[in-house]
């Protein structure tokens, strides 16, 4: 059946209504009545049955006859009190005014309106909304004589599709990232319009889980939002406050009489409100974020349609609110250290570019200090990374101590912290004072668990605008007074004096470049001779890296390769260093000169390196060396600090047929008996014994030792650093067999130890 179809009056209903009509127009345009009367009385039965509203009107648009729908939901109890009035009379102007025009439209066109919406508010207050059809009722001349009108109330399926509409666009906010505020506004909006005669609100918990704060309640009155603002959560706190205390709904039916609400009862004497229903919603942890309640003008209990709404706003409200607190986490993250809490350097940019704004406004001193562990790789390779990260936190901890809270503190990354300080503190006499302090406070001793150890740390300074012009500069500027505190020495801090020539790269700019200079190949080798002393030919040689910078010129290890080390840079460059120290090595043999072992310095980093044993394998292979031309060099305190690992590594090693030589020995405290595990073939006394091999006993009494040690164990002995003839001699009657400094030859080209090697055949005088 067709929507016009299922709205037509039977034939014999339209006839009787249009007849009677007829005649009471007749009777009406000769004074006959003032009041309409209909007096079928079979079809005022007839229409009371039906449950749609069912009215006919006359040519002005008067009710003459109605059902009791109509009447029931108008409000009124007799017929007469509803004959003769008119939309306008039942509606109101906005409403009434739209109704009459439809009307008007019926009478205008002589044409029915079918299926129209119509919206209606009830002088009750409920809202409803019906699907209405109007037939004009014609006399035999073809005029207008009134019309015939049915609605049929379909304000549960509109509410739905509001109901969904709503949902969707409030899914539609929190998935668009609109403010949490916004979206619960329009969540309990939503609601609102969906009850009749109710108020919503929304409260979450509070930080510390204690109270509860006013998030939502746009129809509610503002007193009333700010007295229930931050009231408590206990077990007779309103019906909010019990809700979030019990974990489950509380329905109030009556605010006035019901115990709960016993310490509000004189407050909500000032508002209309006569019942609570409250629901508490929770987040993915179950723990309680907060409340979706409903209030009610009247003392009623809520129905099952109201709970079922409120459920689901609650459910809304969950997911609003957890959407907030999951991009507020993300937002710190973004922003801040997760390990210290400290402000990251995603923030820090911001935060110092406003500072300097400041400073040119105010005229404010601001000054920028870096700060940076010294050799804190250490830490986490003797002791475990859950005890670095604990002296990180520690070191942030005796930052915040010494600097004003007020006053940024970030950790810029790994082990580097960057602070901001500004006024008098950044004149340069206090930040001397305060950078003294701060070193002082972050080298005391650290005590966790069974460790007790210290670290320093490198500290640079730089003002605004004394040492730079802009916020980029600041920072690069105290990050090169830093890097210069750490090349002389470490433990040490600096201010950055502009007026001194610029020696230094910016260490981030450094790496880069290092990164590139390895494609570009600016890096070469140099190898320092080392003589046997019973024949004085050249059996062997240790290669040491250097950079030709394309800006700054030839930089030395010294100045590239701590960075490399700490930035894990260190591990491709070794790479490197094995593969150009291997290929050169047997070019010189191929050139028919005699075969030497060439010595190569392997990193802590490289040690760790599981790579490290296939990275050897191939430089041997791609160039063809023999392995026992190859010596690796690692340091005594390298092998001690993780003493089976590195047997175990150095076993590999040797199966390869690599020879392994321990450098800087007798400065590590190494034992004896642990010595004896490693599977070395040579020891390379320390260059601080052989410089008072001239004039100091003890130094001579270590060198003999060592010596006489290494000929015991089988292992060959060089001494390194040796720069004088009496070292030299010295050596010789300690019968120690290899030799290698100055005296002998410094670090040089392959081309110029090439010719050297076709000229030393005989003894050394």
Same mark, same amino acid.
């Given at each position: 059946?067709?929507?016009?179809?299922?709205?037509?009056?039977?034939?014999?209903?339209?006839?009787?209504?249009?007849?009677?009509?007829?005649?009471?127009?007749?009777?009406?345009?000769?004074?006959?009545?003032?009041?309409?009367?209909?007096?079928?009385?079979?079809?005022?039965?007839?229409?009371?049955?039906?449950?749609?509203?069912?009215?006919?009107?006359?040519?002005?648009?008067?009710?003459?006859?109605?059902?009791?729908?109509?009447?029931?939901?108008?409000?009124?109890?007799?017929?007469?009190?509803?004959?003769?009035?008119?939309?306008?009379?039942?509606?109101?102007?906005?409403?009434?005014?739209?109704?009459?025009?439809?009307?008007?439209?019926?009478?205008?066109?002589?044409?029915?309106?079918?299926?129209?919406?119509?919206?209606?508010?009830?002088?009750?207050?409920?809202?409803?909304?019906?699907?209405?059809?109007?037939?004009?009722?014609?006399?035999?001349?073809?005029?207008?004589?009134?019309?015939?009108?049915?609605?049929?109330?379909?304000?549960?399926?509109?509410?739905?599709?509001?109901?969904?509409?709503?949902?969707?666009?409030?899914?539609?906010?929190?998935?668009?990232?609109?403010?949490?505020?916004?979206?619960?506004?329009?969540?309990?909006?939503?609601?609102?319009?969906?009850?009749?005669?109710?108020?919503?609100?929304?409260?979450?918990?509070?930080?510390?889980?204690?109270?509860?704060?006013?998030?939502?309640?746009?129809?509610?009155?503002?007193?009333?939002?700010?007295?229930?603002?931050?009231?408590?959560?206990?077990?007779?706190?309103?019906?909010?406050?019990?809700?979030?205390?019990?974990?489950?709904?509380?329905?109030?039916?009556?605010?006035?009489?019901?115990?709960?609400?016993?310490?509000?009862?004189?407050?909500?004497?000032?508002?209309?409100?006569?019942?609570?229903?409250?629901?508490?919603?929770?987040?993915?942890?179950?723990?309680?974020?907060?409340?979706?309640?409903?209030?009610?003008?009247?003392?009623?209990?809520?129905?099952?349609?109201?709970?079922?709404?409120?459920?689901?706003?609650?459910?809304?409200?969950?997911?609003?609110?957890?959407?907030?607190?999951?991009?507020?986490?993300?937002?710190?993250?973004?922003?801040?250290?997760?390990?210290?809490?400290?402000?990251?350097?995603?923030?820090?940019?911001?935060?110092?570019?406003?500072?300097?704004?400041?400073?040119?406004?105010?005229?404010?001193?601001?000054?920028?200090?870096?700060?940076?562990?010294?050799?804190?790789?250490?830490?986490?390779?003797?002791?475990?990374?859950?005890?670095?990260?604990?002296?990180?936190?520690?070191?942030?901890?005796?930052?915040?101590?010494?600097?004003?809270?007020?006053?940024?503190?970030?950790?810029?990354?790994?082990?580097?912290?960057?602070?901001?300080?500004?006024?008098?503190?950044?004149?340069?006499?206090?930040?001397?004072?305060?950078?003294?302090?701060?070193?002082?406070?972050?080298?005391?001793?650290?005590?966790?668990?069974?460790?007790?150890?210290?670290?320093?740390?490198?500290?640079?300074?730089?003002?605004?605008?004394?040492?730079?012009?802009?916020?980029?500069?600041?920072?690069?500027?105290?990050?090169?007074?830093?890097?210069?505190?750490?090349?002389?020495?470490?433990?040490?801090?600096?201010?950055?004096?502009?007026?001194?020539?610029?020696?230094?790269?910016?260490?981030?700019?450094?790496?880069?470049?290092?990164?590139?200079?390895?494609?570009?190949?600016?890096?070469?080798?140099?190898?320092?001779?080392?003589?046997?002393?019973?024949?004085?030919?050249?059996?062997?040689?240790?290669?040491?890296?250097?950079?030709?910078?394309? &800006?700054?010129?030839? *930089?030395?290890? /010294?100045?590239?390769?701590?960075?490399?080390? $700490? #930035?894990? !840079? =260190?591990?491709?460059?070794?790479?490197?260093?094995?593969?150009?120290?291997?290929?050169?090595?047997?070019?010189?043999?191929?050139?028919?000169?005699?075969?030497?072992?060439?010595?190569?310095?392997?990193?802590?980093?490289?040690?760790?390196?599981?790579?490290?044993?296939?990275?050897?394998?191939?430089?041997? &292979?791609?160039?063809? *060396?023999?392995? /026992?031309?190859?010596?690796?060099?690692?340091? $005594? #305190?390298? !092998? =001690?600090?993780?003493?089976?690992?590195?047997?175990?590594?150095?076993?590999?090693?040797?199966?390869?047929?690599?020879?392994?030589?321990?450098?800087?020995?007798?400065?590590?405290?190494?034992?004896?008996?642990?010595?004896?595990?490693?599977?070395?073939?040579?020891?390379?006394?320390?260059?601080?014994?052989? &410089?008072?091999?001239?004039?100091?006993?003890?130094?001579?009494?270590?060198?003999?030792?060592?010596?006489? !040690?290494?000929?015991?164990?089988?292992?060959?002995?060089?001494?390194?650093?040796?720069?004088?003839?009496?070292?030299?001699?010295?050596?010789?009657?300690?019968?120690?067999?290899?030799?290698?400094?100055?005296?002998?030859?410094?670090?040089?080209?392959?081309?110029?130890?090439?010719?050297?090697?076709?000229?030393?055949?005989?003894?050394?005088?």
């Amino acid at each position: 059946m067709s929507k016009t179809a299922q709205y037509v009056l039977p034939l014999e209903e339209m006839l009787s209504l249009a007849a009677e009509l007829k005649r009471l127009d007749k009777m009406d345009k000769i004074g006959a009545a003032d009041e309409l009367h209909l007096s079928s009385d079979w079809l005022q039965i007839l229409v009371n049955q039906v449950s749609d509203h069912i009215y006919v009107k006359d040519r002005n648009f008067r009710v003459v006859k109605a059902n009791l729908s109509v009447l029931k939901d108008i409000g009124y109890e007799e017929i007469a009190e509803l004959l003769g009035k008119t939309d306008l009379d039942l509606h109101g102007e906005e409403i009434g005014s739209y109704f009459l025009a439809v009307d008007q439209e019926v009478a205008r066109t002589k044409k029915p309106k079918i299926d129209v919406e119509e919206f209606m508010i009830l002088p009750n207050g409920r809202r409803k909304w019906f699907f209405s059809s109007k037939f004009p009722v014609l006399d035999e001349a073809n005029e207008f004589v009134g019309l015939v009108g049915i609605s049929r109330d379909i304000t549960a399926r509109k509410k739905a599709e509001m109901l969904q509409e709503g949902q969707n666009k409030i899914l539609q906010d929190i998935a668009t990232g609109r403010p949490l505020s916004e979206v619960l506004d329009t969540l309990v909006q939503t609601i609102d319009e969906q009850l009749d005669g109710v108020m919503g609100s929304v409260m979450l918990v509070d930080n510390d889980g204690t109270s509860l704060t006013s998030a939502a309640g746009p129809n509610l009155p503002e007193g009333f939002l700010q007295l229930a603002d931050g009231i408590p959560i206990g077990p007779k706190v309103g019906s909010c406050g019990t809700a979030v205390y019990r974990r489950e709904s509380v329905f109030v039916d009556n605010i006035k009489e019901d115990e709960l609400w016993e310490m509000f009862r004189e407050t909500m004497a000032a508002f209309p409100m006569q019942s609570c229903w409250s629901v508490p919603f929770f987040g993915k942890d179950e723990m309680v974020l907060g409340t979706f309640g409903i209030y009610s003008n009247e003392i009623r209990s809520p129905t099952d349609y109201e709970k079922r709404v409120a459920m689901e706003a609650a459910r809304l409200a969950s997911i609003a609110v957890e959407r907030e607190i999951a991009e507020s986490k993300i937002r710190y993250l973004a922003n801040h250290d997760v390990l210290t809490g400290l402000p990251n350097r995603h923030e820090f940019k911001n935060r110092l570019e406003d500072k300097v704004v400041s400073s040119q406004d105010s005229g404010e001193p601001l000054a920028v200090v870096f700060v940076d562990l010294d050799n804190f790789k250490f830490v986490n390779d003797s002791f475990g990374h859950a005890v670095g990260d604990r002296v990180l936190q520690l070191v942030a901890e005796r930052i915040l101590s010494l600097h004003d809270p007020a006053q940024d503190v970030i950790r810029f990354g790994g082990d580097e912290f960057v602070l901001i300080v500004w006024g008098e503190a950044a004149k340069r006499k206090n930040l001397e004072a305060f950078m003294g302090k701060l070193m002082e406070e972050i080298t005391k001793t650290i005590q966790i668990g069974d460790y007790s150890f210290h670290v320093t740390c490198s500290i640079g300074a730089a003002r605004y605008p004394q040492d730079a012009g802009n916020a980029a500069q600041l920072l690069r500027n105290a990050d090169c007074a830093m890097f210069e505190a750490k090349s002389e020495g470490r433990n040490g801090f600096k201010i950055y004096d502009h007026t001194a020539p610029d020696k230094s790269v910016n260490r981030l700019t450094l790496l880069e470049n290092m990164r590139q200079g390895l494609e570009k190949e600016e890096f070469f080798l140099e190898y320092q001779p080392q003589y046997d002393l019973l024949s004085g030919r050249i059996v062997g040689a240790e290669a040491l890296v250097r950079w030709q910078h394309p &800006e700054t010129g030839r *930089l030395m290890p /010294r100045e590239f390769i701590a960075l490399a080390e $700490e #930035s894990g !840079l =260190i591990v491709p460059l070794g790479r490197w260093v094995l593969h150009e120290a291997c290929r050169q090595n047997k070019a010189w043999q191929e050139a028919g000169l005699p075969p030497i072992t060439v010595g190569v310095n392997v990193s802590a980093r490289q040690f760790r390196d599981a790579r490290l044993t296939a990275d050897i394998a191939h430089a041997l &292979e791609s160039s063809g *060396l023999q392995a /026992r031309y190859l010596e690796l060099e690692v340091t $005594e #305190s390298l !092998l =001690i600090e993780n003493a089976e690992q590195a047997i175990e590594l150095m076993a590999e090693l040797r199966k390869i047929g690599v020879n392994l030589a321990m450098d800087d020995f007798g400065i590590g405290y190494s034992s004896l008996a642990g010595l004896k595990k490693f599977p070395l073939t040579r020891l390379k006394i320390d260059q601080s014994f052989v &410089e008072g091999l001239d004039t100091v006993a003890s130094d001579q009494s270590i060198a003999r030792a060592i010596i006489s !040690l290494g000929r015991d164990l089988g292992l060959n002995v060089v001494a390194e650093g040796v720069e004088t003839a009496k070292q030299h001699a010295f050596l010789t009657t300690c019968q120690c067999e290899t030799v290698q400094g100055f005296h002998f030859g410094r670090p040089m080209a392959a081309p110029k130890l090439e010719k050297l090697l076709g000229m030393t055949r005989t003894p050394l005088g």
